[in-house]
């Protein structure tokens, strides 16, 4: 589905078995990369939501401002792999001759949210954002290049790909809030991929959370 140009939804492109895949993954990031919780610049003021990154280089915020860096900012260890299935999704849909350099994985509890911003702090623009989610549905909001622009919404759920590329790299984009998971996921026999998937993300999630993943190409090729 084309919202505008360049920016391309996949709704359920992950299966409840490539989710699963995911969040297994997912599960050792966080042990050799924990998430914390990065804080605005200047103001010092935390985030709502909670990250790491995976990749050779992985975006963090502090007082000091927005950047890539190599290592985590609390350990000082190198950031783990890009999981499979993540880099998956990005040779398929990026649409681009190089690998990423980094996947920054956003942890939404309840009440937390993302303003519009632009992804911006990448010298390779030419290359797109390309974004994973798991969990609960999320309500993303979309413009465009100036933040005055009119917006619009959409639902993105567990197993959703969107795209950010071409004509629309720049746009202001966020998240107003999370939307309830569907209580069959968590119950449905006849998915039992899919009742170890809810299993998985109680543990790894904040009650009712989401997981969104975007990845990144930082210097060009």
Not at 139 to 152: E, I
Request: glycine share 10%; aromatic share 6%; net charge positive.
């Amino acid at each position: 589905m084309e919202l505008a140009p360049g920016l391309i939804h996949h709704p359920g492109w992950l299966d409840d078995a490539a989710q699963l895949r995911l969040a297994t993954e997912l599960a050792a990031v966080f042990e050799a990369a924990p998430p914390y919780t990065p804080r605005m610049p200047r103001t010092d003021k935390p985030f709502s939501v909670r990250m790491t990154n995976c990749g050779p280089l992985g975006w963090v915020s502090d007082r000091a401002g927005y950047r890539y860096q190599p290592t985590h900012p609390e350990t000082g260890s190198p950031w783990p792999a890009i999981p499979d299935t993540a880099l998956r999704a990005w040779n398929l849909l990026g649409g681009y001759p190089a690998a990423p350099q980094a996947c920054l994985v956003n942890l939404y509890g309840t009440g937390a949210r993302m303003g519009l911003h632009q992804d911006r702090d990448e010298d390779d623009l030419s290359a797109p954002v390309v974004s994973l989610s798991l969990g609960a549905t999320a309500l993303f909001r979309y413009g465009g290049l100036t933040r005055s622009d009119p917006t619009r919404s959409i639902r993105l759920a567990g197993g959703d790909a969107l795209v950010i590329g071409g004509a629309s790299r720049l746009i202001h984009h966020g998240v107003d809030r999370l939307i309830d998971a569907p209580r069959g996921l968590f119950a449905d026999v006849e998915r039992p991929e899919a009742g170890r998937l809810a299993l998985l993300l109680r543990r790894l999630l904040p009650a009712g959370g989401r997981c969104n993943l975007t990845l990144r190409r930082v210097t060009p090729p």
